[in-house]
């Protein structure tokens, strides 16, 4: 018969990935022996091997809440954060597995290199809203807005990007935007007031096709964002709509959309620096403000 979870402390083993990139051949499991305490989350136990065991141990975290996403790594195999994930969810007979996120470079023990995915980021186009209503004021459906609310829960914990497959196991990160940010396109997509067309780009740079509905992404997500259903599968219908419907494909040849600019696709070389960017802002605010005056 299994043992039961503990839930007021007790002695657990710690399973964990030590490994320095800057070592070459370094990587092994060591095992640690934790006294627990009840309320006691993983990070703690981690935190706990820094004080009394091995102050070199390597592991990101911030809040201890659950709100940064920086303490994502796997457990057991799983993508978890290290703050959510109690001991006593564990038994205490079995050695519980801590591991760095399999799909990232790794930097040292726990830690992962995830700066690819603010490479992706700088690529979306922001939000553009269009014109306001002659009063000075937006109107739009509440129902709308409601909509795309749950995506912006997101913490870019990076754990729906470190279990999807494509990333994880076919290594498609410069065909695949991953789950995370084709959450993001869809809040952008849907968003009433957006007049930028990422279609486009959603549909070749970003890779929404490699996506193939496992809902790994949805399980593993610490704000229980429904990233497949109720982000990635609409985006999907909004792009075959677009492309591969003759009639829808025919009219947006003759009748391009009012208001959505298609962009251009580009690479991390090409994107503006953020003092370029600026100074674009700058210098149209000064053409407004000129025309405004005349």
Same mark, same amino acid.
Request: net charge positive; glycine share 6%; charged share 30%.
């Given at each position: 018969?299994?043992a ?5 402390g ?12 800057? %070592?070459?051949?370094?990587?092994g499991? *060591?095992?640690?022996? %934790?006294?627990?305490? +009840? ?11 820094? @004080?009394?065991?091995?102050?070199d ?10 709100r940064?996403? $920086? ?17 006593s ?8 597995? *801590?591991t ?15 700066? =690819? ?11 553009? +809203? ?6 000075? =004021? ?24 470190? *279990?999807c497959? *494509? ?7 410069? !065909? ?18 957006? /007049? ?11 890779? %929404? ?12 997500? +610490?704000? =229980?964002? %429904?990233i497949?259903d ?7 219908e ?8 003759p009639?829808?494909? @025919?009219l ?20 503006? $620096?953020?003092?370029?960017r600026?100074? !674009?802002?700058? /210098?149209?605010?000064? !053409? $407004? ?6």
């Amino acid at each position: 018969m299994a043992a039961v979870p503990s839930t007021n402390g007790g002695k657990y083993t710690l399973k964990v990935w030590r490994a320095d990139a800057k %070592v070459p051949g370094s990587g092994g499991f *060591v095992e640690y022996e %934790v006294e627990t305490y +009840p309320g006691m989350v993983v990070l703690d136990a981690i935190h706990d091997i820094q @004080a009394k065991q091995e102050p070199d141990l390597a592991v990101r975290w911030n809040c201890k809440a659950g709100r940064c996403g $920086s303490c994502s790594a796997e457990i057991n195999g799983k993508p978890k954060l290290l703050c959510m994930t109690r001991m006593s969810n564990f038994d205490p007979a079995a050695p519980i597995v *801590v591991t760095p996120m399999k799909t990232w470079p790794l930097i040292k023990d726990l830690v992962t290199d995830v700066s =690819h995915n603010y490479r992706v980021a700088k690529k979306i186009p922001p939000f553009k +809203p269009r014109p306001r209503d002659a009063d000075g =004021h937006w109107r739009m459906q509440q129902e709308d807005i409601d909509r795309i609310q749950e995506f912006r829960k997101c913490i870019e914990c990076f754990l729906c990007q470190d *279990v999807c497959h *494509v990333l994880r196991d076919h290594h498609k990160t410069e !065909e695949f935007a991953g789950p995370r940010f084709l959450i993001h396109l869809a809040t952008l997509d849907m968003h009433p007031l957006d /007049t930028v067309d990422r279609r486009p780009m959603i549909k070749e740079e970003f890779g %929404v096709g490699y996506c193939n509905i496992t809902r790994c992404c949805t399980e593993v997500c +610490p704000e =229980h964002i %429904v990233i497949t259903d109720n982000g990635i599968i609409p985006l999907k219908e909004r792009v075959a709509d677009d492309f591969f419907d003759p009639l829808r494909w @025919a009219l947006r040849k003759i009748f391009p959309p009012k208001h959505k600019k298609h962009l251009p696709v580009l690479r991390n070389d090409q994107l503006p $620096s953020a003092k370029a960017r600026d100074a !674009e802002t700058n /210098t149209a605010k000064n !053409e $407004s403000t000129r025309g405004a005056a005349e």
